[in-house]
Nanobody, 118 residues
Framework: VQLQAYGGGLVQAGGFLTLSCATS?????????VAWHRQVLGKQRVLVAS???????RYADSVKGRITISRDNARNTVLLQMNNLKPEDTAVYYC????????????WGQGTQVTVSS
């Protein structure tokens, strides 16, 4: 199973980006949820948003209203649309797949850098 995250880049504050997480080897419907996490150097990785196989979504309070997670089952892809980006959104963004059995995030993508300039 491989998760490939891409779409990061450099954007000015107030701008937008869409991150994609493409999954191969398994269907995204085989997982309880697929999520995006982010990590700032020297800090813990934190959950940004997740979407379950039933389509239920969760968001960190810091991104509610600015970020939307969605899934395309036919393309085995999960998208993270980020609007009104802020410098504090700067981080490496990782997508991850959550096991139905354990609830653990068992597969991780390689990360994509998002940098928001002020």
């Amino acid at each position: 199973v491989q998760l490939q995250a891409y779409g990061g880049g450099l954007v000015q504050a107030g701008g937008f980006l869409t991150l994609s997480c493409a999954t191969s080897g398994r269907s995204i419907r085989d997982f309880y949820a697929v999520a995006w996490h982010r990590q700032v150097l020297g800090k813990q990785r934190v959950l940004v948003a997740s979407i379950s196989r039933a389509g239920r979504t969760r968001y960190a309070d810091s991104v509610k209203g600015r970020i939307t997670i969605s899934r395309d089952n036919a393309r085995n892809t999960v998208l993270l649309q980020m609007n009104n980006l802020k410098p504090e959104d700067t981080a490496v963004y990782y997508c991850a797949a959550q096991s139905i059995q354990s609830g653990d995030y068992i597969y991780w993508g390689q990360g994509t850098q998002v940098t928001v300039s002020s």
